[in-house]
């Protein structure tokens, strides 16, 4: 006997230069086909037909949509924790093909995936001034979306890339705005006193989750996308932070500090079902394959000198049933990673 | 060694090759959908041989498909000896069935 319930088998072709690469997906014990597919791409880009071909079996044996064909960006930290440089990234999802999009001499946070994986939005503290800048990644270049008043947090682009939402603080106040992307018009979601940080839509792009310390402690909300209507949903012991939805709708990934503890989980957006996956010393930022079944994030490990030895920050993939936690090898430390939808 | 192998492997391709289209056309429709939350605790095992040509491509790409569905946790590739083994073993089982 075989041992498997499904074979794939197939043939490559060098077409000078250009790959077509033909396979077949095979149900074992009624010997039918299930699947017939050929890929053509240059012969730079083999893994990617690995990929797209991975994305097929996995839709056509478990019938919903796989997350190979996708990338992660990140923050690649390296240096001393008091000199740390922070470069943006980018890598396929299982870790390969990484490179370095900045080279270091400005610092880069929360990099963001655009929803048609071409663009990544981020902060930067170049020149010492908080700004959020919009980086193509068919040009290598990066543009500046807007320099706010005090300090920029957390910008992420809506379902449909035209606004980056972000939040930002005066006056120990932090509040949620609304940035048209081709206009550049600001629009204020949030207002009164509180820190309202880490603003994320749901896929249709008609509600925001954010985190908010204006009950008290930091815990999760939900408001309509145009403001107003915010409800509480996190109830657990502890504070609630970088809360995001799932590109399916059905779930909000968080992360919880508890009695010293990280955690990332998942709940329902009205706030049910609350589930801890993972914990550690340190660990946050969550993000989802495209499909809401894995979680991407970065988990930390305790520094032992005063000096920061021993500290390391590496990138994680979690189940969203919480089983099957691997580490994403990457070239230097990695934190904050974005996951991007399927390219194509 | 080596050459054996892979005949023997497209020999077994060959007569999976020869299902007649409409077992295949059926095989398409009804798309063999595995439920998710049993293969949750239980991973599909799938065999994913080298595909054939391309120099070492034909490996390469077979090795990255292996490991995506591994990691994803619901796929189990099977050792790719013990399937070739098997492969070689195929057109004879199919011959003796359609009795030629």
């Keep these: 006997m075989i041992g498997a319930n499904a074979l794939v088998t ?29 890929f053509t791409a240059p012969a730079a880009q083999w893994r990617r037909i690995a990929h797209l ?99 920029t ?21 932090a509040n949620i705005v609304a940035v048209d992307v081709g206009s550049r018009s600001q629009r204020q979601l949030t207002s009164g006193t509180g820190l309202d940080v880490s603003p994320c839509y749901n896929p249709d792009g008609t509600q ?23 409800r509480r949903i996190s109830f657990g012991r502890g504070r609630y932070a970088t809360p995001v939805w799932s590109p399916r709708g059905d779930l909000i990934a968080f992360t919880r500090i508890s009695g010293g503890q990280f955690g990332i989980g998942v709940m329902r957006p ?12 340190g660990m946050e930022g ?26 390391s920050a590496r990138l994680s993939q979690i189940d969203i049933t919480g089983f099957n936690e691997r580490q994403i090898v990457t070239p230097t430390d990695a934190t904050d990673p974005s996951w991007s939808p399927l390219l194509a | 060694m080596m050459t054996t192998d892979r005949r023997g492997l497209i020999l077994g391709g060959a007569a999976l090759l020869t299902v007649p289209a409409a077992a295949r056309a059926q095989g398409s429709s009804q798309g063999a959908v595995i439920d998710i939350t049993r293969a949750r605790t239980d991973p599909i095992p799938i065999a994913v041989p080298a ?44 011959a003796s069935r359609t009795g030629g």
């Design chain 1, 286 to 311: 969550p993000t989802f394959a495209p499909n809401g079944r894995v979680l991407a994030f970065y988990r930390e490990s305790q520094a032992r000198g005063a000096r920061g030895e021993g500290y």
């Design chain 1, 208 to 230: 925001i989750v954010f985190n908010s310390d204006r009950g008290g402690d930091q815990q999760l909300y939900v408001m309509d996308a145009g403001g107003g209507g915010a």
């Design chain 1, 53 to 151: 071909i991975s994305d097929v079996i996995y839709e056509r044996l478990l019938g919903e949509k796989g997350y190979f064909d996708t990338r992660i960006v990140y923050v690649a930290e390296s240096g001393p924790r008091d000199r740390r440089t922070r470069r943006l990234a980018i890598m396929d999802q299982d870790g390969e093909n990484n490179r370095f999009l900045t080279d270091g001499s400005f610092q880069v946070l929360s990099p963001r995936f655009h929803p048609n994986a071409q663009q990544i939005v981020f902060m930067s503290y170049f020149q010492n001034t908080p700004r959020v800048y919009l980086f193509d990644l068919n040009s290598g270049r990066s543009e500046v979306l807007g320099q706010f008043p005090g300090m």
């Design chain 2, 51 to 94: 595909l054939a040509g391309g120099g070492g491509r034909g490996a390469d790409i077979a090795r990255v498909i292996q490991a995506n569905l591994r990691n994803s946790g619901l796929f189990r590739p099977v050792d790719n000896a013990a399937f070739i083994q098997s492969a070689r073993q195929r057109p004879r089982r199919r």
């Design chain 1, 270 to 281: 009205d706030g049910s079902g609350e589930r801890i996956l993972s914990e550690g010393w």
């Design chain 1, 10 to 38: 197939g043939r490559v072709e060098d077409q000078g230069g250009r790959l077509r690469v033909e396979f077949r997906l095979w149900d074992v014990l009624p010997e039918q086909q299930i699947q017939g597919t050929a």
């Design chain 1, 153 to 173: 947090l957390s910008p992420r682009f809506s379902p449909d890339g035209r606004t980056v939402v972000l939040s930002y603080a005066r006056n120990n106040d």
